[in-house]
């Protein structure tokens, strides 16, 4: 899966269509950890050339410990191909993952960088 959102950039321009995906999965299996890096380009045709990644448009995850353990038990009891496998499963613990804070003090909440995205089938080519 892959993500279409709205992202504005270091340079202030809103990018109404961008679209994310994972370029870089590290598996460290001795340490238990994976990390993986989403990048954001302007749209889908910009993807598909490796083109026009958006100033400031990468976040970045490191699942470990038991995170990472369940991570490889649902990859494990997958019968889909491997790689669309873990690639769909990354996109489920990013979805999870609360890393972006909303509002300050007692009232400040967490979530998802992902929350108001939208996930799509890729089309990369």
């Known amino acids: 899966m ?6 504005t950039d270091t340079t202030g ?20 950890n994976c990390s993986v890096s989403f990048e954001g380009f302007k749209d889908i045709t910009a993807a598909n050339t490796n ?3 958006l100033s400031g448009a990468k976040v970045d995850y490191i699942f470990s410990g038991t995170t990472f353990l ?8 997958s019968t889909q191909n491997p790689l669309s ?3 769909s499963l990354l996109d489920t613990l990013a979805l999870e993952t609360k890393n972006i804070q909303v509002g300050e003090g007692e009232t400040a909440t ?5 929350e108001t ?4 089938v890729p089309t990369l080519t």
């Not at 892959?2 to 992202?7: H, N």
């Not at 369940?70 to 009891?77: E, I, S, T």
């Not at 967490?110 to 992902?114: A, N, R």
């Open 70 to 77: 369940q991570l490889l038990g649902r990859l494990a009891a």
């Open 13 to 32: 321009t809103l990018h109404a269509e961008s679209y994310w995906y994972p370029t870089k999965i590290l598996i460290d299996y001795k340490n238990l």
């Open 85 to 87: 496998s873990l690639v």
């Open 51 to 53: 083109k026009d990644t």
């Open 110 to 114: 967490f979530v998802s960088f992902f």
């Open 117 to 120: 995205a939208t996930q799509v």
């Open 2 to 7: 892959s993500f279409i959102k709205g992202f």
